[in-house]
């Protein structure tokens, strides 16, 4: 492929539209940020060309999307090593209720949160008293 083709394919995935949620500037280029889905690859991009400006974006867009689930948020903060994030996202865990979510993503949790993820929440769940 050449570059050309390359930059149309992005072109094509980040146009303006009437659904725009947030607009990201890259080399001079605008990305039009229109759904929830394009949010992980901003953040591959971010992360592979060390965009910190921009993942702090990204990271607000999330934080405030209503078309991502705490759990979503909390595996995205964890695979992309996002600290605020993730302390926001434990955060929403504030009352028993909220702690379903595992039992409902039991199968994804021990595959996509890590360990150090696990036990913050745990501490969580117990500094609650939850556990009684």
Do not use: P
Request: with cysteine; aromatic share 16%.
């Amino acid at each position: 492929m050449t570059g050309t083709s390359q930059l149309s394919i992005y072109e094509k995935a980040f146009a303006k539209s009437d659904k725009t949620d947030a607009i990201l500037v890259v080399d001079g280029k605008k990305l039009h940020v229109k759904k929830a889905k394009n949010a992980e690859n901003l953040l591959k991009l971010a992360d592979r060309f060390l965009m910190s400006s921009s993942k702090l974006i990204v990271i607000n867009l999330i934080k405030t999307s209503t078309e991502f689930e705490r759990f979503e948020k909390l595996c995205l903060a964890d695979k992309y090593k996002l600290e605020d994030l993730l302390k926001y996202t434990v955060g929403l865990y504030f009352n028993k209720e909220c702690f379903y979510d595992f039992y409902r993503w039991s199968d994804r949790v021990k595959e996509e949160l890590s360990h150090e993820t696990q036990s913050k929440l745990f501490q969580r769940y117990f500094f609650f008293g939850f556990g009684n």
